[in-house]
């Protein structure tokens, strides 16, 4: 597969930058926030349609959760999502 672009460059809303979400040459210019609304709304979308699929209800439980103290041997002392 091929694409138009050959690199990604995600803008942060503090760099004061006016073009976003736009093509520049061979790279497209991703607002930070954007991109992770649309991320966050096509796993909703995602979840909404296979929620009720059995692989997803079986594991779901340890697909993610809060770790107050980490997760060892990778972190310790302090809470991490994974």
């Known amino acids: 597969m091929q694409h138009e672009v050959s690199r990604i460059i995600f803008v942060p809303p503090e760099s004061g930058i006016g073009i976003i979400n736009s093509k520049i040459g061979d790279a497209y210019f991703y607002g930070v926030v954007d991109f992770c609304r649309n991320v966050c709304a096509a796993a909703a979308k995602w979840y909404e349609a296979n929620r009720e699929n059995p692989i997803v209800v079986a594991n779901s439980e340890r697909m993610m959760g809060y770790h107050p103290?980490?997760?060892?041997?990778?972190?310790?002392?302090?809470?991490?999502i994974g």
């Not at 103290?69 to 991490?80: E, K, Q, R, S, W």
Request: charged share 0%; no cysteine.
């Open 69 to 80: 103290n980490g997760i060892a041997p990778y972190t310790g002392g302090f809470m991490v």
